[in-house]
């Protein structure tokens, strides 16, 4: 079978179409064949060896996947060949045509859900509900502000506030992203690339500040993000490029919070409870991936570029 293959740490060139085995599943394992693979930012920090967990190499990226049950080992029985499901991880990566999973990383994918929609859920989707439920405790009535609302991540959060009763107000940098972000239930859009977004956020907000915020690129915007919370606000953060100088003071005039998070370190039970309200909010349409681009599987090193160069307008998928 085909599989992207990365035998050294750098840049998307490291990133190659292969020839590898088939995998066969072991003890309480399974085999999906991959109809979609999602592209994740962290994916590319990964193979750039930026990320603190660096796989052993070589190695085949990707978390996120779509697809058919093709073969299971020993020990299952809730899941059988020709199942229609999606991946929260994968032993051997899902930029490939077929991917060695754990019996707890295959989750059944709703029927109305395509398999490109399927490869846009596990990081994108438990990422979003980790951060608002899970961390910022976030409530109905809330203020959030979602940076970066175009993204896989920002949509999938904006989606998930709307439903859940919160003013939204998501922030993107094109044209099409911002009109992206309202069609996907945000009452308010805004320019992050502006100079003034702090005023607009406190006109919107009666001058009260933000409750949440679900912050992207926590080294250019965290500073700036503490200015504009309400008291006892929180700043998740989802993703940073690198560090970032901020005024403590800021955080005691408010009881604010800073709060990190990783989706990778999310218990069992906070996965099974992720997996539960996310597979309601599909069965009733509360939440819809949105698919930004299909891109063959010998295409990655272009999907890596594209994904860091911002603009983005849903989630790219790669199709084996």
Known sequence: MKAIRVHEFGGPEVLRLEEVPKPKPGHRQVVVRIHAAGVNPVETYVRAGMYPRKPALPYTPGTDGAGIVDSVGEGLTHVKPGDRVYTTGAVSGTYAECALCEAEQVRPLPPSISFAQGACLYI??????????????????????????????????????????MVVIGTAGSDRGRALVREQGAHHVLDHTASDSAKEVAALTGGRGLDVVLEMLANVNLGKDLGMLAPKGRVVVIGSRGPVQIDPRETMSRDASIIGMLVFNATPEDKHKTHAALYAALEKGACRPVVGAEMPLAEARRAHERIMTGGAAGKIVLIP
């Open 124 to 165: 994108p989707y438990y990422t979003a509900y980790r951060a608002l439920f899970q961390c910022a405790h976030a409530e109905p009535g809330e203020a959030v502000l979602v940076h970066g609302a175009s993204g896989g991540v920002g949509l999938a959060a904006v989606q998930f506030a709307r439903a859940a009763g």
